[in-house]
């Protein structure tokens, strides 16, 4: 049995979650999953390390239990944090495909169709190429996506942690604003942030608190560079946290002194269209149609060019370098698919225009089965430092 004192979720739960994917299987008909993506390895087992940076391999058989492979040194952490039991290691000495076929071969998962994620990020072409030229029996086949599809409706154990996520965000949020005054540093309100995380038990996020000021607050993707906060200028503040790999995430702008007339018009603007967005939310609803009431709003004000991002994203279990579940689902144009009782989503409404402004305000929400739960609460507004 696992040795796991850190379980995140019941055994039940992790089996059941194994079973959904096992059920899929049969009906792809893939006799094996190779699962190489570090969240979705989490989603299954509980695993979670630091050394994802390295190759591992989570293998789902046709029925029981999965099995591990990872470095030997991995060893304990799977022994603390998984609940499964089978685990296959490999020294250093030993090459990691050498040590996927050897696993591979002993256990009988040699043959037959086998899943894989073409889009997994830790599965390289080289490495597929090699396992494809050396797995002759084997029908390959592309899971892309399919376990990330499972991870958008949250279980009641996983919407706790989207909820603690929400609160940590948020207070990291309030305690970031506090900080910004003529003088500090982006490293200052970044310290800020993070002892707000800190201070309400987040790990550390998946993105870095996105922290920008003056012309950087134009920037979408900028983050702290130490670079001193002065008067008369913005400073842009995106901010999530994180329980049990779990994200939530909120976007707020504030401003040291008097900010132009059109910063109060776009932060309204951009409230708007957020607060049109979470008004449309509940099950059954398409997503492209949360987009388009977001979108509305922007695009009557005729700013609808400088909105150069979809409307949302699922957001959930995360790993560096990326806080988002955009792959499998986002609140966009075309986007059919429907919200279920279950799904989180980061909604953003915000306009750029480099050298100019970079406003906007976020929520993260979960989707309830008769409407929506806005999961962070700071105050939609620009703040204003006088």
Known sequence: MSTAYDLPFTIEEFRGRVSKVQEEMAR?????LLVHTPENIYYLTGYRTLGYYSYMMLVVPSEGDPMHLARLIEKSVLQGTSWVPNVET??????YLDATLRVLKQHGFDKGTVGVDFSAWYLTIADFTALKERLPGVTWTDSTLMIETMRLIKSPAEQAYSRHAGRAASEAMR?????????????????AAYSGLLAMGSEFPALPPLINSGVRHTMAHATAENNPVVWGEAVHLEIGGSIKRYHAANLRVCHIGEP?????????????????????????????DIDRVARKVIDDAGYGDKFRHKAGYSIGIA???????????MLRGGEKRTLQPGMV??????VFEYREYGLGVSETVLVTEDGVEVLTNTERKIFVKR
């Not at 790993?319 to 689902?329: I, Y």
């Open 28 to 32: 792809r008909g893939i006799d094996t």
């Open 90 to 95: 490999h020294p250093d000495t030993e090459n």
């Open 175 to 191: 305690r970031a604003i506090d900080a910004v005054r003529d003088g500090v540093t982006e490293n200052d309100v970044m310290a």
């Open 260 to 288: 132009p007339k059109l910063f109060y018009d776009l932060t309204d603007l951009c409230r708007r269209s957020l607060e049109a967005a979470i008004a449309a939310i509940r099950p059954g609803v398409p997503a492209e």
């Open 319 to 329: 790993l560096p370098p990326d806080w988002s579940e955009a792959r499998a689902f």
């Open 345 to 350: 989503f980061h909604v953003l409404p915000a």
